[in-house]
């Protein structure tokens, strides 16, 4: 691993930062340029905000070229003329062309957050989370101009303990990749590792997640929904609404919650004293809220929610969302 490799990285969520940090810390990496998406503009004030990775790569020092389309013409040119071994691409949110696919002397390398094939697409985190699986990783493949159907070189495994967030899991995935990218990009440049295709029999393919996926239907069982508050955090969120007695609606964002069994509460109905709500859920379970956060408010407890509402318990509207 002594030859010096050239890098051009493309990236942009979070899942990216780490591993950026490890090829821009690495001697034997030149990191010809890092790419990230536009600005965009974030929180109520609308403020022009970069991308996760571009801030990462700011506060470090490193120049971030920001672009709308990495497929024009004028950018082709761009990164065919720095003529690098590899293009490393982590949630990047570009589909990239040939002509971007043809750049590097060896190829393009995609950093997947799922055990491909399960899982390509959009939202392989929260996919793995709502399904709740014994297992997820993350998966160095050769990109081709298909939907990460590209053969794999590496697949590093990770165990789940169906306690797991979205945003922490892409963190660990993230460290993960971090861990093995100098030596499994270095293994690539040089031709020493072959990439397996794809099982055609093992495809799914997860969507783009949509602010209305967050919404709650209390006709799910009580295990589903708690893994949607998981799933979901911390967007969109795993969103209900909530009325008082006197018929004001409130928009609430559960940020934890456990499952309770034999409650016998139909879904939607509450219960809880002491400052807990329970609703419930199909199946004769429930969802003991822990934390939410109201709309236009900061998170809190059950507990501080109730006594904002001189101990009222809310009720729920039974199907707020689809399941």
């Not at 460290?175 to 055609?200: C, G, Y």
């Not at 799914?204 to 949509?210: D, G, L, M, Y």
């Not at 409650?263 to 109905?269: D, N």
Request: proline share 7%; aromatic share 4%; charged share 20%.
């Amino acid at each position: 691993m002594s030859k010096n490799i050239k890098i051009v990285f493309l990236g942009s969520g979070p899942i990216a930062i780490p591993i950026l940090r490890a090829l821009a810390n690495d001697p034997t990496v030149t990191l010809q340029a890092v790419i990230s998406q536009l600005d965009r503009p974030a929180g109520r004030k609308r403020v022009l905000t970069p991308t996760p990775l571009a801030a990462a790569a700011l506060e470090s020092d490193l120049e971030v070229i920001r672009t709308a389309d990495v497929n024009t013409p004028e950018f082709t040119d761009f990164l065919t003329g720095l003529s690098p071994d590899l293009l490393c691409v982590v949630s990047f949110g570009q589909i990239l062309k040939s002509g971007i696919l043809s750049a590097p002397k060896v190829c393009c390398v995609n950093v997947h957050a799922s055990l491909l094939p399960r899982y390509r697409g959009a939202s392989p985190i929260v996919q793995s989370i709502l399904n709740k699986d014994d297992a997820t990783g993350v998966c160095f493949m050769q990109m081709e101009r298909g939907l990460d159907s590209g053969p794999v070189f590496r697949e590093l495994r990770m165990p789940l303990a169906q306690n797991e967030y979205a945003d922490s899991l892409e963190m660990a995935l993230g460290e993960l990749a971090a861990k093995h990218a100098v030596e499994t990009l270095h293994a690539i440049a040089a031709n020493s590792l072959t990439p397996v295709p794809q099982n055609p029999a093992e495809i799914t393919v997860c969507r783009k997640i949509a602010k209305r996926d967050g919404m709650i239907n209390w006709n799910a069982d009580a295990a589903s929904i708690e893994a949607m508050v998981r799933a979901y955090f911390p967007w969109p969120g795993a969103t209900a609404e909530c009325i008082t007695s006197s018929g004001k609606r409130i928009n609430i964002t559960i940020c934890s919650a456990k499952c309770l069994e034999h409650t016998g509460l139909q879904p939607g109905e509450t219960t809880g004293t002491a400052g807990r709500i329970i609703v419930g859920c199909s199946n004769d379970t429930a969802l003991e809220i822990l934390e939410l956060i109201p709309s236009g408010g900061k998170r809190m407890t059950a507990a501080a929610f109730r006594n904002g509402m001189r101990g009222e318990l809310p009720a729920f509207n039974c199907c707020d969302g689809e399941i």
